[in-house]
């Protein structure tokens, strides 16, 4: 009999990752943690923002106005 894979194990994660350069001055990497779910990671380095996770948030205060519209774009067509 074959085992079954665990339903959640199929779920594949999201990734997103946004360039520095998209982000506003002085994003606070602790205020992008608080709003993800528990089950996701999120880092900053000089050259972007990754976030992983089930579930991903994107607050729009974070990005640069000129951004938002390409982020909406690629998070809503997957």
């Known amino acids: ?3 079954q894979p665990d339903s959640h194990s199929e779920i594949p994660d999201a990734m997103l990752e946004i360039p520095t350069d998209w982000l506003m001055p002085g994003l606070d990497l ?5 709003v993800q779910r528990p089950d996701s990671t999120a880092t900053l380095t000089s ?12 607050e729009r205060r974070w990005l640069r106005e000129p951004y938002w519209r390409q982020i909406k774009q690629a998070i809503s067509r997957g």
């Open 47 to 58: 050259e972007r923002l990754s976030l992983a996770g089930l579930e991903l948030v994107v």
């Open 30 to 34: 602790e205020a992008v943690r608080q």
């Open 1 to 3: 009999m074959a085992n």
